[in-house]
């Protein structure tokens, strides 16, 4: 090849160059994006200054206590796949003073892509191993829609409705707000009865009580990352006889997101926010926008080649021998 053939090249190397990676960002480097991880390790802490909790040891109602939920989230990349992942949980519902109120752990696994629970892997929650999870297991998918979602809730065993809300700024970061209130459900009959007194009942009477909860849970969830940036919770527990009626507030509290558990998420979904803007919208429309300036330069090399002095009578003149045209006259 030529010096010449090689410039006249140029521009149509560039241009294929430019429109491949146009597709390829936006389809397969963004798209092969959008999956779940199989690590994972994340813990997060949804505090109240003041809750109120029945103290089992005692059998006193406790007011105006600060209480911690503490959500350790891990994965376990041997038991997941290219489709698949399984993520393990604990959630230690805690006082100021470390005593436990409520526990929870559960082993899930779900599509990488969608975020829906699949049925396989061992999974389980708490002792349970026959339950079946259903729904969104830990987050929203990546590109979360302003619309429902279906999702598990560990502390009431179902799967519930995850309604959009509306749009919100969480520390200037762009987030839709999603919402669940459900319940009072049944969620366990307590193994050991309770005295009467505790109940407002004789006191001499021990009294068989189920745990009835219910639940408000709001998300903030950054749409791009679908990751959750502020959690809030409020929940009522309460101690139920076999008449149906509430005897007790065993539990309530209003629960949300610590600080600073905040500001490191706003910060996590921030950087994939801008990461996946730059890689799906505008590094795209760059390299478009380039190739269509290059088009213009392919064609004017392209009639160069055909046209070096302004007409193709001319470029077969200057093509033929000066004697073969004195022989042609």
Not at 163 to 191: F, N
Not at 227 to 235: D, F, G
Request: include cysteine; hydrophobic fraction near 40%; proline fraction near 6%.
């Amino acid at each position: 090849m030529t010096r010449e053939q090689a410039l006249r090249t140029i521009p149509y190397v560039v241009l294929a160059f430019l429109v491949t990676m146009a597709v390829l960002l936006r389809y397969y480097v963004y798209g092969n994006s959008l999956m779940l991880p199989l690590e994972q390790r994340r813990i997060t802490h949804l505090t109240a200054p003041a809750a109120t909790y029945l103290d089992t040891a005692t059998f006193q109602v406790r007011t105006g206590v600060p209480v911690t939920d503490t959500v350790s989230l891990y994965g376990d990349p041997v038991a997941g796949d290219a489709h698949t992942a399984v993520w393990v949980e604990f959630s230690s519902l805690e006082t100021r003073y470390g005593q436990r109120i409520d526990y929870h752990e559960r082993r899930t696994a779900f599509d990488r892509h969608t975020g829906l629970s699949v049925d396989c892997c061992e999974a389980y929650i708490d002792t349970d191993t026959a339950v079946r999870q259903t729904g969104l297991a830990f987050r929203l998918p990546y590109g979360a829609e302003p619309r429902g979602y279906p999702i598990f809730d560990t502390v009431l065993k179902r799967q519930v409705t995850l309604r959009y809300e509306g749009e919100e700024d969480v520390e200037g970061l762009p987030t839709y707000r999603y919402s669940y209130t459900v319940g009072p459900a049944k969620v366990e009959d307590l193994p050991d009865q309770v005295p009467g007194k505790v109940l407002g009942l004789p006191a001499w009477k021990l009294v068989s009580v189920a745990r009835y909860v219910r639940i408000t849970r709001t998300m903030w969830v950054e749409p791009e990352s679908g990751l959750p940036v502020r959690v809030r919770e409020q929940r009522v527990d309460t101690l139920r006889t076999p008449d149906q009626v509430d005897r007790l507030v065993s539990f309530q509290a209003d629960l949300a997101t610590e600080p600073g558990d905040v500001d490191a998420q706003v910060g996590e979904a921030a950087g994939y926010r801008r990461w996946a803007i730059m890689i799906r919208d505008v590094f795209p429309v760059v390299c478009l926008a380039l190739a269509l300036a290059v088009i213009p330069v392919a064609l004017a090399v392209r009639l160069r080649r055909r046209k070096p002095d302004g007409s193709a009578a001319a470029q077969d003149e200057q093509q033929v021998p000066g004697h073969d045209l004195a022989d042609a006259g």
